[in-house]
């Protein structure tokens, strides 16, 4: 497991209001469990908008990062007129297509189910976690989750190089240049998975270029 928390440690990031940064990776080592996240959003302002899809995929802290399960739905508004009208154009959102979502209160019940004690991991995570810190509050819930997080990006940074292998660090962008095919874009469960695959797809490429033996090895 020490190998893939020294490839993972750049990306490692302590959570806001759990400032435990000198323990990162004994938090990482300890949980050994991942809880990859996306979230789709009615804007940018956690104070403001709201959580309008969520998807997890939750791995094993082991060569390959065994999946256990994975989960996404998508979330009913409670103040749609305070969304940002781009915003729901990017994710498709209309009334019918929402019509059997489901409340805040129950996505932040199966969050807390599938991921207490876990690491939350994503692509640009610091957003994602002011929005689940939000919603969290909003649903009268503690923090279930590690008090420390994994950015996927800055590991991305770190392997690839600018301009040779990859033009800009979106997670589009890079899925599509390690040729990982996408269930859909602006879907929080399909993102979550694609950042799953790309984190997959980065350890591969660290232990080829380090010598270091693959899963099964």
């Known amino acids: 497991m020490q190998h893939l928390i020294d490839f993972l440690k ?3 990031r302590a959570v806001p209001e759990h400032d435990s940064r000198p323990e990162m990776e004994e938090h990482l080592a300890e949980s ?9 959003m009615t804007g940018s302002n956690p104070q403001q908008h ?3 899809e969520a998807g997890c995929v939750r791995v094993l802290l082991r060569d390959g990062f065994p999946e256990e399960v994975s989960w996404g739905e998508r979330v009913r508004p409670k103040h749609i ?3 940002n009208p781009a915003a729901l154009k ?5 009334p ?3 019509r059997t979502a489901i409340e805040l209160e129950a996505a932040v019940a199966h969050l807390e189910e599938l991921g207490t004690g876990t690491v939350l991991s994503g692509w640009g995570i610091g957003h994602d976690l002011t929005f689940l810190a939000e919603a969290f509050r909003r649903a009268q819930r503690p923090w279930p989750f590690a008090p420390v997080a994994l950015d996927i990006q800055p590991i991305a940074r770190n392997l690839l190089r600018r301009g040779e292998q990859v033009d800009r660090f ?10 990982i095919g996408r269930m859909g874009e602006h879907s929080a469960l399909a993102d979550a998975f694609a950042t799953y695959d790309v984190l997959v797809k980065l350890t591969e490429l660290h232990m080829a270029n380090s010598g270091s033996p693959g899963p099964g090895a």
Not at 32 to 40: K, M, Q
Not at 90 to 94: A, H, L, M, R
Not at 170 to 179: E, F, P, S, Y
């Open 10 to 12: 750049p990306g490692l």
């Open 32 to 40: 050994g469990v991942l809880l990859v996240v996306d979230l789709e």
């Open 50 to 52: 709201e959580v309008l």
């Open 81 to 83: 007129g305070n969304a």
């Open 90 to 94: 990017v994710v498709g959102y209309t």
């Open 96 to 98: 019918k297509a929402w």
């Open 170 to 179: 979106n997670l589009g962008h890079v899925a599509d240049r390690l040729g």
